[in-house]
């Protein structure tokens, strides 16, 4: 079996177009570019589009793994002009116009897009990430689905009250979006899954403390929107810490505005920072340690190269205001990237002048949090939804941004379960968690023994 | 929060009944006694019930691992007299009645039923695990998953054609039912699935080899049912390998009856033993590490231990054979010694003579396995099935076996669309598999840019 030519052979003299990661960004960009006269590779460290923004469900066991995350190849099967590599690049070195992967190989490009996304950032605290872990990807989700469901495991078996509290206890770090719906829906894991499953324990006593060090949860959203999450997070029994500032993470609890808070479970929303891909640019970034790039997308010296996406320190033309770190931000980025390569190829080709290139306008389309079953808050071209009608915007939007039919009705068919019959499916300890199994079984059932 | 007493206080002077093991036998034990005159603490090392039949298809992407497993708190949620514990079981002290735990603790029982199933067996090779893993827990079949898929990945970005070769070859040791149905999927994975995603690789020349030491596969079944097997597997690209031992395991391949057949994947499904929880017991083993029990299924000097499943060396009353290693031995097991248990306490509670044990029978229930789509082979009370009608059965079966009605809906949605419309759900690479993402896609776009 000898190597298949990649790209077909009519494709083989176009530029090629090097996009890095596997995004909203990075596979809209890719998308848009299939009539294009280039080749294009996409690149991503692992082999799946992963849907993000509902990574919080996969972490409390309404969906499963396979249901948000879909293989970027099977996106891209029909699209002739497209090849995706699985591979992890760690620089990028403009002078050579080059990419350099972790093995140490090179890669040439003659366009290049950087859409590689955020990390969870620690505010330079970073032993924190190990004790309160963050949720970027789906090792994370299931790693923190794992301890969740091992807390209220050691709850159960637990005879030292005081022990018995840090297992229950649950300490989101962070107001935003992800924080908001997380907190929210540990404590309905809690309350509507859980409860019925545990004899000793009542999980219903389980405290989740959300906390925010603004003053007011859901920042990016409307004064009303962020009073209407608090009201309903305080009614499901979600305590709400407002301008309170983490100062410490320690081996089983934290410290929030100077008391000391016994958490076995304490996760990280706080805050994200770009891809460090974008320091090996060797260009100016922002403190979120985003490119400082042009209203074009392109990176200062070089117009064949452009971030987008969360990595991207952009602003929007009209209103001025950075633009959020959220998939429309990054899908107009690519939308608008994607037209530029298009018509400057073209008119290469043609040997044509190109026409002058946009600033980025952003469209806001909207913010949407969710808080348990049938509540939700939503923000959509000026109108402001709250409640049921808010939650059944956020159920529709999300479906149809998801890829794929099947992942839709599968998501549809888990939501109908853990919605209408309270019934979590995906509730497994897996993975690495091993070296929290210290449930004390012997010592509980030597009390039983003794009752 | 105080701890709330476990038991109802009803229950508390009733025996303690410890069952270790949520399998198919510690479930239906647990809940064969649910009105029986005792306490029953169910204990196992993961807080799902696991149905091992499938779990090849969560290593061929077919399935996803909640539609496979099921949290055991759940099953015995309604059961008053039942607790489930999460715990790590060491060593039995039977001179103490106590289990002795992975922490130190003890626990006492009154009546202690050994239910811990089987681990891979590597015929005294233990190196060979990390490099040919087995297949008995959810965590070996995603990592199995993750080998398979990256494999495929690896293959895509090679140039030099002998590593390309062993890429693209998977060796499965053992040609019993799991070995078969393995061997079967991953071709099929390989042809259908992933052949339109990948443009250089032709996945269709992925080889699968089936080796097997014995005269034919499927060797527990008759051997009219062997052949077909053979014939099915050999006509969707199977290569079988009978008589032929595999004398060694290396990191990339393995030899077999002398020939080296280099392999990136290589899956052990040779064997299994006991789980090493029965050397702890002080009593005669069988060479399989199996408990040699007595007709009533107890050990040997303590009437009130019990050992099942596949950890139990136990003989059918009626044929004299070993009672097979699969679900419905172990079921039956169970049922018996529910009913010794049952009426022993309740002959004791009412100061009567309890009723002589029996001796157990096994109802051999029939063998299937199917090998990729609309084929199967089956042999159920002496009734021979080949092909689509042993397939439709195999479906069946295996979709009434599973527990709870949202896992059966979504295998059956999961089948439907692995079977009619040929898409694999649960692509997904994950876990600690970091260390194979060794894919050159620099080198393969260098030669990109070249060509």
Redesign the interface.
Known sequence: ???????PASL?DLP?V?VVGGGFGGIRLVQRLANAPV?V?L?D????HLFQPLLYQVATSVL????I?Y?I??IF?SQANA?V????VRAVDRADRS??????????YDWLVLAAGAVSSYFGKDGWSGLAPGMKT??EA?AIRARV??AF?DA????D?RA??AH?TFVIVGGGATGVELAGAIRELAVEAMA???????TE?TRVVLVEAGERLLSSMGEASSEAARKALQAIGVEIRLKSMVTDVFDGGVVVAGERIEADTVVWAAGVSASPLGETLGTELDSAGRVKVLPDCSVPGTPKVFVIGDMASQTCAKSGHQVPGVAPGAIQMAEMVAGIIAAETKAEQRGKTPPPRPTFRYKDKGTMATIGRARAVAEVSGLQLHGLSAWLAWLLVHLVLLVGF??R??VL?SWA?AYL?Y?K????????SRSR??????????R??R?
């Open positions: 079996m000898d190597p298949v030519p990649a790209h083989r090629l090097v080749r590779v690149i460290r692992s082999n799946h499963t793994e396979s249901e995350a293989p190849r099977r099967r090849l590599g699985l591979g992890e990419l350099v992967f972790a093995d140490g190989t090179r890669a040439p789906l090792n299931t469901l091992q495991e159960e078996a637990e005879t009250p018995l509290r229950l019925p499953d545990f004899r000793r324990v009542r006593s099947r992942n009705l599968f068919l379960f019959a019934s499916g995906a509730r497994l300890i897996t993975g690495q199994l210290k449930t004390p079984i012997g010592e509980e059932m030597q039983l023994a009752a």
